[in-house]
């Protein structure tokens, strides 16, 4: 949720759940982020978009503590997670990541893909994790299976599980990266409702995506990532209709 002030612009409300200063990025000789600042509030919605190689997904991995940074910093509340002493387990365990291939555990049922992190990470007893996945499952219509292996399910289906695991530690801020490019179309829809049910319901995401009329509809701001850099960032009304940069306009001429 955001506060729109008189030149439209949506203002983050609150201290910042999660933030990035001036993030720098280098794979060998390759500057794939170059300075990137990002700062997401509580109940905030906000997409990434970029041509492909742009580094949305290594921002969406080094803010998740699964790549290292070369420099700048990151804070997930009011902790610099970029400290090198810090626990990354400990962090990551208060994030949600879901990823374009649906990355569920073959070998473990649907409960039991939901219910891992809960109760190997947060210690829940697993009556209580069961109890609580089950219950997330119902809400998304896939209790029926969650006795059954991730292969029994559609990609859609899948990726709805990826996110109910993501969810299932209630994280502070769900990463969501291009989760339904892998996608058959007629799968997309169901895996995108699931977000913006999540995102009215308040839920904190950074999701970098190609579903441009989803950004459009469900983000409360707009990030363009360009070789590295974002170049512009607002809100889905303006930037979508009247993008201020021209690589920006450039973009999104190939897009709609
Ligand atoms: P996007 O998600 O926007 O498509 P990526 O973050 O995946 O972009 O990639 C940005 C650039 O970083 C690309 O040139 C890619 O080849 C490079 N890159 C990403 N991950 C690695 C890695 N682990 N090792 C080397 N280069 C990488
Ligand atoms: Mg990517």
Same mark, same amino acid.
């Given at each position: 949720?955001?506060?729109?002030?008189?030149?439209?612009?949506?203002?983050?409300? =609150?201290?910042?759940? #999660?933030?990035?200063?001036?993030?720098?990025?280098?794979? =060998?000789?390759?500057?794939?982020?170059?300075?990137?600042?990002?700062?997401?509030?509580?109940?905030?919605?906000?997409?990434?978009?970029?041509?492909?190689?742009?580094?949305? *997904?290594?921002?969406?991995?080094?803010?998740?503590?699964? &790549?290292? %940074?070369?420099?700048? /910093? %990151?804070?997930?509340?009011?902790?610099?997670?970029?400290?090198?002493? !810090?626990?990354?387990?400990?962090?990551?365990?208060?994030?949600?990541?879901?990823?374009? *291939?649906?990355?569920?555990?073959?070998?473990? @049922? !649907?409960?039991?893909?939901? +219910?891992?992190?809960?109760?190997?990470?947060?210690? !829940?007893?697993?009556?209580?994790?069961?109890?609580?996945?089950?219950?997330? #499952?119902? /809400?998304? =219509?896939?209790?029926?299976?969650?006795?059954?292996?991730?292969?029994?399910?559609?990609? =859609?289906?899948?990726?709805?599980?990826?996110?109910?695991?993501? %969810?299932?530690?209630?994280?502070?801020?769900?990463?969501?990266? &291009?989760? +339904?490019?892998?996608?058959?179309?007629?799968?997309?829809?169901?895996?995108?409702? #699931? !977000?913006?049910?999540?995102? &009215?319901?308040?839920? @904190?995401?950074?999701?970098? @995506?190609? &579903?441009?009329?989803?950004?459009?509809?469900?983000?409360? /701001?707009?990030?363009?990532?360009?070789?590295?850099?974002?170049?512009?960032?607002?809100?889905?009304?303006?930037?979508? @209709?009247?993008?201020?940069?021209?690589? +920006?306009?450039?973009?999104?001429?190939?897009?709609?």
């Amino acid at each position: 949720m955001t506060a729109v002030e008189p030149g439209g612009v949506p203002a983050p409300v =609150g201290a910042p759940v #999660l933030a990035a200063e001036d993030v720098w990025k280098a794979f =060998g000789e390759r500057e794939v982020l170059r300075g990137v600042s990002v700062s997401l509030a509580a109940h905030e919605v906000v997409a990434l978009i970029g041509a492909s190689g742009s580094g949305k *997904s290594t921002l969406l991995r080094c803010l998740g503590l699964l &790549e290292p %940074i070369d420099d700048g /910093r %990151i804070f997930l509340g009011d902790e610099d997670i970029s400290d090198p002493r !810090v626990d990354g387990n400990r962090v990551r365990a208060r994030l949600g990541a879901v990823f374009q *291939s649906y990355n569920l555990f073959p070998h473990l @049922t !649907v409960l039991g893909n939901v +219910t891992l992190a809960s109760r190997v990470v947060h210690k !829940v007893p697993r009556k209580d994790a069961e109890a609580r996945a089950l219950a997330l #499952l119902e /809400r998304v =219509g896939l209790a029926d299976f969650a006795n059954a292996h991730p292969d029994r399910l559609s990609g =859609g289906q899948q990726q709805r599980v990826a996110i109910v695991r993501a %969810i299932a530690t209630d994280p502070e801020v769900l990463l969501l990266d &291009e989760i +339904t490019s892998a996608l058959d179309p007629e799968l997309v829809g169901e895996v995108l409702d #699931l !977000v913006r049910s999540l995102a &009215e319901g308040g839920a @904190t995401i950074l999701m970098a @995506t190609h &579903e441009m009329a989803f950004a459009r509809d469900v983000a409360d /701001r707009v990030l363009f990532l360009d070789e590295g850099v974002i170049v512009e960032e607002g809100a889905p009304a303006q930037l979508f @209709t009247a993008p201020a940069h021209a690589r +920006t306009k450039a973009f999104l001429t190939r897009f709609t």
